[in-house]
């Protein structure tokens, strides 16, 4: 008790008079901010370019505060927006779309699931359905074979995977094989190529796979020849290989999911993945390349523009990354309009409820409105409002002009 007084009596030695009469007037502002409060002349100075110390903010230039009551965590502060603005719900999109990477193989397990996933497609208007899951001889057969006797054969397309174990030499004769074999099976591309090459994937010697390693430039030409676009994954978003601090802006994703957390000491690279990509893309000019989630760099679009105009046989794809373009609806725009032979479709995990905030963000004007995953993004959406002619090429002409065996005309 004695104690406590003493720390009273020195806190208020601390201050001004009239800091003394505030702290009288409300006790709860001396216990939780001492006096820091932003009202009353209190909290502590800062200089340019410093930061206010932590669960401080800076409320006038050079002086910090602290709030009254405890500040809620990021996972449990949800305020509600009293913006009145005008909404356009889009259910479907407006032009039957292909959907490029697509991730739903147990759709195809039988007759009855089919059907019910083809249902799934129409009530958002996803009119070709490409399944990026890397199926590969008997069971790409038997799913390309169901589709193909079902009522839907103009409604799904398949891709086959690069069997990425045991890459060494001789792995490229078995590997091409094998696409041989998929293709006649029916596989229209390869993909999704997982983000675990360049990240995890190892030779058959225990060395890290780098994408650009020249025993695979057989495969990758194999796919030119064949006329077969590769659609990759490389990388994760540029912040998955920050440390988790303060400014990380997917810090709640980050503290979520483990397995994102890409930095550290021994971690490869954003930049060193990037360099390899590069590096993969120039020496195969030939192949038909398509950059899953817009190479991941979305939230810089100068530098996706430079990518684009340096290789040619590139294309990027869109899934996952609503939330850079949804938050630069202008830059976007422009973006999709000069890019727009470039840019395919496609939504990564297969959340029917999902796909509609895709198509409010390309097709209105709408603005700031909610994403649908919170923890990926922090902020809201605007529409991009994009002319007839750029969407019908994004959702569906361009993903018909480079994959084969599409359906024809429209999907
Ligand atoms: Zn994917």
Redesign the pocket.
């Known amino acids: 008790m004695r104690r406590m007084w003493t720390i009273l009596i020195a806190v208020g030695l601390g201050v001004s008079g009239s800091m003394v009469t505030s702290q009288s007037a409300a006790p709860q502002a001396g216990q939780q901010g001492r006096g820091q409060g932003a009202g009353r002349g209190g909290g502590v100075a800062i200089e340019p370019g410093q930061e206010c110390p932590p669960g401080m903010t800076e409320t006038r230039p050079g002086r910090c505060s602290a709030p009254e009551f405890p500040a809620p965590s990021i996972v449990d502060y949800r305020p509600r927006s009293t913006l009145v603005t005008a909404e356009h719900k889009v259910p479907k999109a407006k032009f039957p779309a292909v959907d490029v ?1 697509g ?1 739903s193989a147990g759709a195809f397990a039988t007759a009855e699931s089919l059907a019910a996933f083809i249902a799934k497609l129409d009530e958002i208007n996803v009119g070709v359905f490409i399944s ?1 899951d890397n199926m590969s001889g008997d069971r790409l057969a038997q799913a390309a074979e169901l589709v193909r006797s079902s009522p839907y054969r103009d409604r799904v397309r398949f891709f086959t995977g690069i069997p990425l174990q045991g890459v060494g030499p001789g792995w490229a004769e078995t590997a091409v094989a094998r696409l041989e074999a998929d293709v006649k099976a029916g596989a229209r591309g390869v993909g ?1 190529v ?1 983000k675990g090459f360049g990240l995890t994937a190892r030779k058959a010697d225990g060395t890290r796979l780098a994408v650009d390693e020249p025993l695979l430039d057989p495969f990758w030409a194999a796919c030119a020849r064949l006329g077969i676009p590769a659609f990759i ?1 490389t990388a994760e978003p540029q912040e998955f290989f920050s440390d988790l601090d303060m400014h990380n802006e997917r810090w709640l994703e980050l503290a979520l999911f483990p397995d994102r957390r890409n930095y550290g000491p021994g971690k490869v690279t954003f930049e060193q993945l990037m360099t390899e990509r590069n590096n993969l893309f120039r020496r195969n000019p030939k192949t038909t390349f398509i950059a ?2 817009f190479g991941w760099h979305a939230n810089d679009l100068g530098r996706a523009a430079k990518l684009l105009d340096e290789f040619p046989n590139v294309y990027l794809e869109l ?2 990354v609503l939330y850079d373009l949804g938050r630069q609806p202008r830059a976007a725009h422009d973006f999709f309009v000069k890019y727009q032979d470039r840019i395919l479709f ?1 939504k ?2 297969f959340q029917p409820d999902e796909y509609p905030y895709y198509w409010r963000v390309f097709e209105t004007e709408d603005e700031y409105f909610d994403y649908y995953r919170d923890y990926h993004a922090f902020w809201k959406m605007y529409g991009m409002g994009l002319p007839d002619n750029v969407l019908r090429k994004v959702y569906y002409q361009n993903a018909m002009k480079i994959i084969p065996g599409m359906p024809r005309g429209r999907p």
Do not use: R, V, Y
């Open positions: 990477h991730h990026a999704e997982g994954h899953a989630h899934g996952a496609g990564d995990s």
